[in-house]
């Protein structure tokens, strides 16, 4: 069974701080999704990122895959209150159907 | 396009009774998945489809039956409903790229007393 941990698994930080969101696993993936669910709504896809290395960026959200292709972070710069909410990671291992999803960081950004 | 819909978007069964929770899409995925997320636990795989006539059981299947009725359609019955069925029931449906990326529906919301 392929685990996904997400760390921390809570926080509640001020606006205009920084962040960062870990997600690590001892598996190997094809590739790795970032999801934001708001409250009362389903996830979002955020962002893929599907090679070593890969740095990629979405306003003020920057993604990172690890070189071994077994764990991501997400960084959040200058954080707002409109980025309240949980985000989920979830990896494929090549020619799955089913995605492993991590439990999720739950953020709350306070005005 | 609507992406993917979910009804009802409330439920409130009492223990015993039946009820289907229905999804549909309207973007031509080939690749349908019911989860259920309850606090602390995350999402958690109930049934898929990987293409129209192919249903698998995911992590947690005791207790439903799915329906791939056709590409669009794909619904989740709970033939008697617990208690611990209570949860938030969501439906996705996968992009037809190499990536599992997959598409939400709004949820619906669950209580079995």
């Known amino acids: 069974t392929q685990l996904l941990e997400q760390s921390p698994q809570f926080l509640s930080i001020q606006e205009g701080e920084n962040l960062t969101v870990y997600c690590n696993s001892s598996s190997v993936f094809s590739s790795l999704q970032w999801y934001r669910q708001e409250p009362g709504e389903g996830p979002v896809l955020l962002v893929t990122v599907v090679t070593g290395g890969e740095v990629k960026k979405l306003k003020r959200l920057t993604f990172q895959f690890g070189d071994a292709r077994k764990d991501s972070s997400l960084h959040i710069t200058a954080a707002q209150p409109g980025d309240t909410g949980l985000y989920l990671c979830?990896?494929?291992?090549?020619?799955?159907?089913?995605?492993?999803f991590g439990r999720g960081t739950s953020l709350i950004v306070h005005p | 396009n609507a992406g993917v819909t979910q009804t009802p978007k409330f439920q409130v069964l009492k223990t015993g009774q039946s009820m289907t929770l229905q999804c549909a899409q309207d973007m031509n995925h080939n690749s349908m998945y019911w989860y259920r997320q309850d606090p602390g636990m995350g999402l958690r795989l109930i049934y898929y489809?990987?293409?129209?006539?192919?249903?698998d059981k995911g992590e947690v299947p005791n207790g439903y039956n799915v329906s791939r009725l056709n590409k669009r359609e794909f619904s989740l019955r709970l033939e008697s409903a617990a208690p611990s069925q209570t949860s938030v029931y969501f439906c996705a449906s996968r992009s037809g790229g190499n990536y599992n990326e997959q598409f939400f529906g709004p949820g619906t919301r669950l209580t079995v007393l």
């Open positions: 979830a990896g494929e291992a090549g020619g799955s159907y089913i995605p492993t």
């Open positions: 489809s990987a293409s129209e006539g192919t249903t």
